[in-house]
């Protein structure tokens, strides 16, 4: 690796787990004057032809408005850097994941647990699972997730702008933080009909009336954000809400879909600032009571979340005593055992006549093979405001649960983080027979507790409330 231009004297080797938020001997909480930031921004739009949403939709063929990754490093005096990047794809599982995380580390110079990679999780965009793609080709069947050598270029070029940014380190002199409405974007999948039925059936497009008209249910209604302000500016923001991210999809038009089209709109409205959109925890959140899937929708959905994100720009506060913590919290989802999700089964579904059935069966015996290893919960703690990265398409809950722990914070709750996990249900919905967890769900029911306990360790304590 090529020397860093980054003086190594300064950069003291920390224990993952240390909360460097207390006072432990030899350790100290850098101030923001002590902080420094990089930013980084690559396209990752897919070739013609390859995989939408793992196989499940139309491959690739025209471009409606590309896709990037969005990174931002963290340098703060004595620490090795962090990482957090967010990427239009649909999601990014298992060994993809990890080598995102080690290209990226190695990039910077740091742990693969210091990068957060997070997906958007827009449909018409692709899926990453490299191991899956292997399982298939394997086995001779027809079905496609993701082209390896797209991948590992993408890869490549992601790593290499992270590097680049630290040849331009912002000293950041102030960071803030907010939460603020979004209005008419997110609602639940979950609606309960005249005759007092529980449905799961609101997608991200819904033209069913009835669906359309029943009560939002429940969502988190704001979008958090936390910025970095050097010489006077702001300079980057990390914005958090939580929905599906689709107006449309389908029919191959790769698209950012309207978070990326909003996130511009916010980068043209305050020139020189760099956002980063993450999609929070949206497993069981979509646009469908205010998306009927009509052409204009996409404009007037990404026009509300932006209104939202200038709002919280706006009403940014500073955060009080600042520190810098990062911890990587260890825990373990167990994989789903249900029939149909049996090894031979899942290995009797390769051989299915049509090719997402294949591409289904892959991914869960790449997940069962992920899954028999611990996942991390990263968090990067401010004092005021946090972020920390959730597993897969967890459901609002636990970014609500998130934010109950922190009530005088600003807490940003990503999710589709180590997304080999697909749907992460609460003990309710199994228990309410959620439709959606036929498919794309590969963690056993119980995954609350553990999901619970991670996110508590990873926000108590708590250093600093923000002013």
């Known amino acids: 690796m090529s020397r860093l231009p980054i003086d190594r004297r300064q950069m003291g080797r920390v224990t993952l787990g240390v909360s460097l938020g207390l006072p432990m001997a030899g350790i100290s909480s850098p101030e923001v004057s002590d902080l420094m930031v990089g930013r980084f921004s690559v396209e990752v739009s897919p070739p013609l032809g390859h995989a939408c949403m793992g196989g499940g939709i139309s491959p690739v063929v025209s471009y409606d408005d590309p896709l990037e990754a969005k990174g931002i490093v963290f340098v703060p005096a004595g620490q090795s850097p962090v990482v957090a990047v967010s990427v239009d794809w649909c999601e990014i599982r298992h060994d993809a994941h990890d080598a995102w995380r080690k290209a990226i580390a190695s990039a910077v110079g740091t742990t693969p647990e210091r990068v957060l990679v997070s997906s958007v999780h827009q449909h018409d965009a692709p899926v990453a699972d490299l191991r899956a793609e292997a399982i298939l080709k394997q086995a001779g069947a027809k079905g496609s997730i993701c082209i390896p050598e797209f991948h590992a270029e993408t890869v490549l070029r992601v790593a290499r702008a992270a590097k680049d940014s630290l040849r331009d380190l912002k000293k950041v002199d102030k960071i803030a933080a907010s939460r603020a409405p979004v209005t008419a974007v997110s609602s639940n999948r979950r609606t309960v009909d005249s005759m007092g039925r529980v449905r799961f059936d609101r997608g991200s497009t819904t033209r069913d009336s009835d669906l359309r008209n029943a009560d939002v249910g429940v969502i988190d209604p704001d979008v958090a954000m936390i910025s970095f302000e050097s010489d006077k500016k702001t300079i980057a923001a990390l914005f958090c809400y939580a929905t599906h991210p689709m107006s449309r999809y389908g029919k191959g038009a790769v698209s950012a879909d309207f978070p990326g089209i909003g996130r511009r709109m916010v980068e043209r409205a305050h020139p020189g600032l760099h956002a980063i959109y993450f999609s929070g925890c949206s497993g069981n959140v979509t646009a469908g009571k205010f998306n009927d899937g009509s052409p204009d929708r996409r404009m007037i959905l990404?026009?509300?979340?932006?209104?939202?994100?200038?709002?919280?720009?706006?009403?940014?506060?500073?955060?009080?005593?600042?520190?810098?913590?990062?911890?990587?919290?260890?825990?373990?989802?167990?994989?789903?055992?249900?029939?149909?999700?049996e090894t031979k089964t899942l290995e009797g579904k390769?051989?299915?006549?049509?090719?997402?059935?294949?591409?289904?069966?892959?991914?869960?015996?790449?997940?069962?093979?992920?899954?028999?290893?611990?996942?991390?919960?990263?968090?990067?703690?401010?004092?005021?405001?946090?972020?920390?990265?959730?597993?897969?398409?967890?459901?609002?809950?636990?970014?609500?649960?998130?934010?109950?722990?922190?009530?005088?914070?600003?807490?940003?709750?990503?999710?589709?983080?180590?997304?080999?996990?697909?749907?992460?249900?609460?003990?309710?919905?199994?228990?309410?027979?959620?439709?959606?967890?036929?498919?794309?769900?590969?963690?056993?029911?119980?995954?609350?507790?553990?999901?619970?306990?991670?996110?508590?360790?990873?926000?108590?304590?708590?250093?600093?409330?923000?002013?």
């Open 302 to 341: 990404a026009k509300s979340l932006a209104d939202g994100m200038n709002r919280a720009l706006a009403d940014a506060k500073p955060i009080d005593k600042t520190v810098f913590r990062f911890e990587s919290i260890p825990y373990s989802l167990l994989f789903r055992d249900t029939p149909g999700f």
């Open 350 to 467: 390769l051989a299915a006549a049509r090719p997402f059935d294949q591409c289904l069966a892959a991914m869960g015996l790449s997940a069962r093979e992920r899954l028999a290893r611990p996942l991390d919960l990263p968090v990067i703690d401010f004092g005021g405001a946090a972020l920390l990265l959730a597993p897969g398409e967890s459901y609002v809950e636990y970014q609500l649960y998130a934010k109950s722990l922190r009530p005088k914070s600003v807490v940003l709750c990503a999710g589709y983080g180590e997304s080999v996990t697909g749907y992460v249900p609460t003990e309710k919905a199994w228990d309410e027979k959620d439709s959606n967890l036929g498919d794309w769900c590969w963690v056993a029911p119980g995954s609350e507790k553990p999901m619970k306990e991670a996110i508590a360790r990873a926000l108590v304590p708590n250093p600093s409330p923000m002013r």
